[in-house]
């Protein structure tokens, strides 16, 4: 250890200040990251902060109905059941679709991933659905799965079922639109991640006589589960923050009140700025919250290279 | 040779062995060889294209109820509507001036992805090629915008755009979608930085190029194809961003899907369904033809797959 | 041949050292290297030779010392204004650009006059004999001959030196041999002072005038390849120049060149490469072609004579390659014309002369703490 520091102490006495900066990576090359952290200031960590300090100063009401001071917000949002009980609606609508998503994928990607004719084509229809956008998406699926749409039409006049079911504006309508959203979205990036596994790892693992299931289970799944830790946090984010759609296919008073939805309401509809900000806030809390969840139980996972092709 | 090449030819070889292995087996159906050919009539693969087919059922139905839809003129307990019309694109543009929203909806998408990209790429090449103090910090910073919600940051934002005065206004509109979209360059750009192998840039400098010649010459026409690809993904991204661009847009500054929503929710009973329909149908051509545009240059599944290959040139 | 090398007299480097992080890559290298030299610096990986050479080249700022041409120091010049070539391990041509246009890049960014590019670079292309390649991307190419165009890159410039990062170590042996004919051919006909990196003693033996051996970021030894073939200075460098056999043994004996030395049940005369009194720990470093097995019955005369068990046999084209153990369990190496059968056991002999008694510690105690250099750094420069 001192042999070492003298040694650095010795090269930095010839190396001239400049020298010993670029030695740490401070070099002019530094100035083509200024707009990026600028722009991040700017519009991202000041907003972001202001909206903080908006969450402790509630309007009069808040606090003469829920006392606290300039605490009164989150005490509201804490003991107002309207209001609280919105995390479980997101999380009963978020979780689920997230992992569905990313369970589902895995197979899908599993099976394209050999070459085959028309695979180009697949893959791309099965991507089409992200240019949808949550909105129409909704738009099609209150036609397509209401009551007179073509899928209760097809499953009364087949004899399936006598009375039409109720697909849409409700829990279910929102996990539809989910589902249409984020799978096209799980299924690109954990294909990705499979092909970033060396095709030989699995050849190697014949040539020692293990099955299909014992090479999925020993050797592919824990090379591609960090990705699917990846894949299942950003399906989940998209879920999390659904809004257009439980607002348009669910039960915006009822079991899709979601979070997003309160904190617009209080914003638009309300104008309550301060509220507004504490939901959101703690939207962002406890979705961070359910990430840290996710990267600690990832943290255990392998994360090495997984011998592809980068 | 590149890596992926000696497994693209060892993939038939180790194919051809398990032929061979499989071949004194033929006569009889229940003895298959073990491992892949088994898996061909397993459950999982009915399970798959069950998957796959009822997804394409739910997105072939949505797609063509909208379309359909749009050009019904009754259409209640029936297969197909009784007549056809175009009347209901007549009165999207008479009611909502659709050129408008178009124009304002593609001016928003380019001025976002040229925005993003000039702020974005040389921030991606700083974080892929050097390491600095506080770098770690900087990557939580870019990645942030990315994984909270945007309703989270686009109320605080809002409120600030509001207070100075940018409400409702198209600079607002881009700038709120700037937020996920510079960062989203970023962290789709700095894994491409990195496969372009350093010591091309070294071998320039070696040749006499000063930095300005290098980025001019050798990086930026190997960057063209991941800036295309990230720049067509901002593009559908902020076309499709309903929830930043909803909380500060106004009438004038409407994107199309903030004005299918309003017309969707308007107050005093919404707009007929078909009218919504055929706005929905003008939104998905649009998208149709960013993406036909798109795919001539990318392949979005591909997209990781083949800046690796191309850099083992 | 028009094309020519850039003049000047002689490449000075003083006290140069490059550190990492406290860690010492490179340290202490002193070395002048004259115009139109074959300089090979040669060592195993993570010995500093690649830092030496990316210091050389400007891509490493130098934590230690001085680089000076004529006198004129260039150690503060960006690497674009240096005018060295440089040759690169994995080639970094520029993907998106044809040969021909590889080829013009270092012409074209200094602005010359077009006919003079295009006639340049027809002669470098010619000299490295791609012409029907010229319009080709580096992707249609096999490994050869982008190491072809990589070097026509660097000596289409005229530049005053070339420096090669181990251009030859992507390459299959028979293209190795083919490409290595090539570079001494260039550098024959264009006389163009060259630093050249490898882990290949035989390749730096070929090729070089003067030899750098390179260990823990120290100078070992530096020579010519007859010096470092038939006197390594110590006997790292021996293992590395071909002395495959090395023994661990104890001076008993110290007569003027001449020094006793035993262990094990072995006994053998050698000669002092280095000082040794009786006493000291020694390594003896013995080539496997100058050990000797005693065809046919009877004891030869003479102090080393020993008999060894046959445990491995290689047939190696000429001769076989055996390997034996001795009554006490050394594992020796040997060459022979005929295969002795395994198992057997057979005398060997071995010339005093040309077993070298070497001192068993390296280096002065205070620089074998610097272990290899920090690996991922290293690679940062020259991936």
Redesign the interface.
């Known amino acids: 250890m001192s042999?070492?520091?003298r040694?650095?102490r010795g090269?930095a006495s010839?190396?001239s200040l400049r020298?010993r900066m670029?030695?740490?990576?401070?070099?002019r090359?530094?100035l083509?990251?200024l707009?990026?952290?600028l722009?991040?200031l700017v519009?991202?960590?000041?907003?972001?902060t202001?909206?903080?300090g908006?969450t402790f100063q509630p309007l009069q009401g808040t606090v003469d109905k829920w006392g606290g001071g300039i605490f009164a917000n989150y005490v509201a949002f804490f003991g107002d059941s309207f209001i609280f009980d919105s995390i479980w609606i997101t999380m009963r609508l978020a979780l689920p679709a997230a992992l569905f998503n990313v369970i589902?994928s895995v197979?899908?990607a599993?099976?394209l991933r050999r070459k085959f004719r028309g695979k180009?084509f697949?893959?791309?229809?099965?991507?089409?659905?992200?240019?949808?956008?949550?909105?129409?998406?909704?738009?099609?699926?209150?036609?397509?799965?209401g009551r007179?749409?073509?899928?209760n039409?097809f499953l009364i006049q087949s004899g399936i079922i006598s009375d039409p079911l109720q697909l849409v504006n409700n829990y279910l309508g929102v996990t539809?639109t989910l589902v249409?959203s984020g799978?096209p979205f799980a299924y690109?990036l954990i294909?990705?991640y499979l092909?970033?596994i060396?095709?030989?790892l699995d050849?190697a693992a014949?040539t020692l006589g293990a099955?299909?299931k014992q090479r999925f289970m020993r050797v592919t799944l824990p090379l591609l589960a960090p990705g699917l830790a990846t894949t299942f946090?950003l399906t989940f984010?998209l879920a999390?923050?659904v809004?257009?759609s439980a607002?348009?296919v669910g039960d915006p008073l009822g079991t899709t009140r979601v979070?997003?939805l309160m904190?617009?309401r209080s914003?638009?509809e309300q104008i309550d700025?301060s509220m507004?900000?504490t939901i959101?806030?703690m939207?962002?809390v406890i979705?961070?919250i359910v990430?840290a969840i996710v990267l600690l139980g990832r943290s255990f996972l392998y994360k090495g290279s997984t011998g592809?092709?980068? | 040779m590149s890596k992926s090449q000696i497994v693209d030819e060892a993939a038939p070889f180790v194919r051809g062995a398990e032929k061979v292995l499989a071949e004194p087996k033929r006569s009889g159906h229940a003895s298959r060889p073990p491992g892949e050919k088994s898996l061909a009539a397993s459950p999982g693969t009915w399970f798959v294209w069950a998957g796959i087919g009822a997804f394409f059922i739910f997105l072939f139905g949505i797609i063509s109820s909208v379309l359909v839809d749009s050009f019904g003129k009754p259409w209640f307990r029936t297969w197909l509507p009784e007549n056809f019309t175009l009347s209901w694109y007549q009165s999207a543009w008479d009611k909502f001036d659709m050129t408008h929203i178009i124009g304002v909806t593609l001016i928003v998408g380019f001025s976002v992805v040229v925005i993003s990209v000039l702020i974005g790429v040389p921030a991606s090449y700083v974080l892929a090629r050097s390491n600095f103090p506080l770098k770690r910090l900087v990557m939580v910073l870019f990645l942030l915008p990315i994984l909270i919600p945007p309703i989270t940051f686009g109320i605080p934002l809002a409120t600030v755009m509001y207070n100075f005065g940018l409400g409702r206004t198209l600079i607002a509109v881009i700038l709120v979608n700037l937020v996920p979209s510079v960062p989203f360059v970023i962290i789709t750009m700095t894994p491409f930085i990195e496969q372009i192998n350093p010591s091309i840039e070294n071998a320039a400098r070696m040749c006499g190029a000063n930095m300005r010649q290098v980025f001019v010459r050798v990086l930026a026409p190997l960057l063209v194809p991941g800036i295309l690809a990230a720049g067509i993904l901002v593009l559908v991204r902020t076309v499709g961003m309903f929830e930043l661009t909803f909380l500060v847009s106004g009438p004038s500054s409407d994107t199309l899907v903030v004005a299918i929503y309003r017309a969707m929710t308007s107050a005093g009973g919404s707009e007929a369904r078909q009218l919504v329909s055929a706005m929905g149908v003008v939104y998905t051509v649009m998208m149709l033809v960013i993406l036909v545009i798109a795919l001539r240059f990318i392949n979005p599944t591909q997209l990781v797959a083949q800046v690796k290959e191309s850099r083992d040139e | 041949m028009s094309l020519s090398a850039g003049t000047f007299e002689s490449l000075e480097l003083k006290d140069v050292g490059r550190s990492f992080g406290g860690r010492e890559a490179l340290a202490e290298l002193n070395l002048t290297i004259r115009a139109g030299e074959f300089i090979a610096l040669l060592g195993p990986s993570g010995c500093g030779k690649s830092t030496a050479l990316n210091c050389l080249a400007g891509l490493l700022p130098l934590t230690h010392g001085e680089i000076t041409i004529d006198g004129k120091r260039i150690d503060v010049l960006p690497s674009e204004k240096r005018d060295f070539g440089m040759v690169f391990q994995n080639y970094a041509l520029f993907p998106h650009l044809s040969v021909e246009r590889n080829v013009a890049f270092g012409l074209q960014v200094r602005n010359l006059p077009k006919s003079e590019v295009h006639r340049r670079v027809a002669e470098a292309i010619s000299l490295v004999k791609l012409e029907e390649h010229a319009k080709k991307l580096p992707g249609q190419l096999s490994g050869g001959q982008q190491q072809r165009v990589a070097i026509a890159r660097a000596v289409v410039l005229e530049p005053r030196v070339v420096l090669m990062d181990e251009p030859l170590s992507n390459l299959d042996a028979k293209l190795r041999l083919e490409m290595r004919t090539e570079i001494r051919r260039l550098h024959q006909s264009l006389g163009l002072t060259t630093v050249y990196v490898t882990h290949d003693q035989e390749e730096a033996l070929s090729l070089a005038d003067r030899l750098v051996v390179l260990r823990a970021g120290r100078v070992q030894q530096i020579g010519t390849p007859e010096e470092l073939h038939n006197n390594p200075a110590n006997w790292h460098v021996a293992d590395f120049m071909g002395y495959r056999n090395l023994l661990d043994l104890e001076v008993v004996g110290v007569d003027g060149p001449q020094v006793r030395v035993a262990g094990g049940g072995l006994e053998l005369t050698g000669t002092a490469a280095q000082p040794a009194s009786v006493g000291d720990k020694v390594r003896v470093a013995i080539r496997p072609h100058d050990l000797f097995v005693v065809e046919g019955a009877g004891r030869p005369p003479g102090s080393n004579v020993f008999t060894a068990v046959v445990t491995v046999v290689e047939y190696q084209g000429r001769e076989f390659a055996v390997e034996v153990t001795t009554a006490s369990g050394a594992r020796l190496f040997v060459h022979a014309a005929t295969a002795p059968p395994i198992g057997s056991e057979v005398t060997l002999t071995l010339d005093p002369k040309r077993a070298l008694v070497y001192r068993f510690v390296l280096d002065s105690p205070d620089s074998t703490d610097t272990g290899s250099i920090e690996e991922s750094r290293l690679a940062e420069v020259h991936a």
């Open positions: 042999t070492a520091t040694r650095e090269a010839s190396a020298h670029a030695e740490r990576g401070v070099d090359k530094l083509m990251l707009p990026a952290i722009f991040a519009l991202f960590v000041y907003p972001f202001y909206g903080i908006l589902v197979p899908i599993f099976k180009r697949l893959s791309t229809m099965l991507v089409l659905p992200i240019t949808l956008g949550t909105v129409l998406t909704a738009q099609g699926l209150l036609i397509f799965a007179q749409g073509w899928l039409r539809f249409i799978f690109l294909s990705s092909s970033g060396d095709p030989s050849a014949k099955n299909w946090i984010v999390f923050s809004f257009p607002r348009l979070m997003a904190a617009y914003f638009a700025y507004a900000s959101a806030v939207m962002g979705e961070l990430i592809g092709k980068g």
